[in-house]
């Protein structure tokens, strides 16, 4: 099955890479937010991804923004994709609002050696793993790494949010649990505990990031805890934690899944989808990138190529100035650079990362002189195609860079056009993009038939 495990695109800035989630950056008003099919447990990032696990957390959650907006607003601009959905660039505050029904989890494991206050939260004596408390608890953590368990007054002091502003996420957060709570319940689905993430957008308080999805919430069958509490199972990637624990060497879990693992969980993360929403989890016929990149061409948030031209110094502009101009008469996007493959040619792993797992077709052209090692460093670490195109003042001096740039080491397929017009064309038509086939097509015709009209004019 094909996955969605990582997001790169060169025409859009990325902000962040979290273990599920990237933050794209679109303008100052809004972002991307791309939900992989990554997966982590134990804190750790699983090397396997999950076939379609990004579509569905981002379908669910999308689902109760829907639900839930009359209780607050949330940064929801419109679904771009099954993966990807646009978003309001909101200032985000730096707590996580954990609401927990149950005792369970980390808490039961502190519970359970002594510990009764979480977060400035007393529970009382005398309970049992997974028992429900009397109403709903708040344990609200730090957003960082460690998720740190921070008290109210902690929170005011260290102004991480005003004190009005944190009651009312207080008093959202629990709304939220409650109606979170009684929709699940109506599908025999127990809302054990979960987070909220908030931000503030115009000075508003709005929710952010994603809501009651399996990996930011547990959920239990409400008919496996009625027979058995203490042994009811989460319908989320505990199933991929359990195999983990039951398959370590030297007493590390395991960060590779095998398929048997893969496939049961991705069935598991659907059969959630469908539970939660009522609704049938389609899946589509094309590889997940490929749909992905004709949602983002179509929505106007990329265009449908990228040309890098890279030169080795800025003497080389006006050179690459009559490349670029040519390019732009095409929707495609065009990126300048400046890396010299003999004084800073460790760049060039930065391009090969951003360019060699591109959404989009990337072409890549190499304007350098004397001795040209720039095309064939890019063409040595780029899958994307490579064109030379040295720059000259005069026919001795094409002939003396044009040399360097012809004679390529092995494994280094970089090709090399004389002519500026030339080399923008070759590269527009290396990307092969349908709709400028199409154009390039139409400029074919109008060139014959104005040679044609040239010869009928002679041939009177």
Known sequence: MHTFSNFSTPQLQTIHQGKVRDSIRVNDKKRLIVVTDRISAFNKKIKTPIPHKGAVLNGITNFWFDLTKDIIPNHLIKVIDPNISLVHEAEPIRIEMIVRGYLTGSMWRGYENGQREFSGVVAPEGMTKNQSFASPILTPTTKDEDDTEITEANIIKSKLVKKATYQKMKKVALELFKRGSEYLDSKGIILVDTKYEF??????????????????????????????????????????????????????????????????????????????????????????????????????????????????????????????????????????????????????????????????????????????????????????????????????????????????????????????????????????????????NQEIQKMKSDLQLADNQVNK
């Open 199 to 440: 931000g503030l957008l115009n000075g508003k308080l709005i929710l952010i990031d994603e809501i009651h999805t399996p990996d930011s919430s547990r959920f239990w069958r409400k008919k496996d805890y009625q027979k058995s509490p203490q042994k009811a199972e989460q319908m989320d990637k505990e199933f991929v934690r359990q195999w983990m624990l039951a398959n370590k060497v030297d007493g590390k879990v395991p960060l590779e899944l095998p398929a048997k693992i893969v496939n049961e969980t991705s069935r598991r993360y659907r059969e959630i989808y469908e539970l939660v929403t009522g609704q049938k989890f389609e899946i589509s016929d094309l590889e997940p990138k490929t749909r992905a990149y004709h949602h983002l061409v179509k929505a106007k948030l990329i265009k449908p190529g990228f040309v890098a031209i890279c030169m080795g110094s800025k003497s080389d502009l006006p050179h690459v100035r009559k490349i670029e101009k040519i390019i732009k008469s095409y929707p495609i996007k065009v990126s300048k650079r400046i890396i010299s493959a003999h004084k800073n040619g460790e760049r060039i792993l930065e391009l090969a990362k951003a360019y060699n797992e591109s959404i989009e077709p990337v072409a890549v052209i190499a304007v350098a002189g004397r001795s040209n090692g720039l095309g064939g460093a890019l063409a040595a670490n780029l899958t994307a195609p490579v064109i030379n195109c040295p720059p000259f003042s005069d026919k001795t001096d094409m002939i003396v860079n044009l040399n360097s740039s012809l004679m390529m080491p092995s494994n280094t397929p970089a090709s090399t056009v004389i002519h500026a017009d030339n080399a923008a064309l070759a590269a527009v038509r290396a990307l092969n993009i349908p709709d400028i086939r199409r154009q390039m």
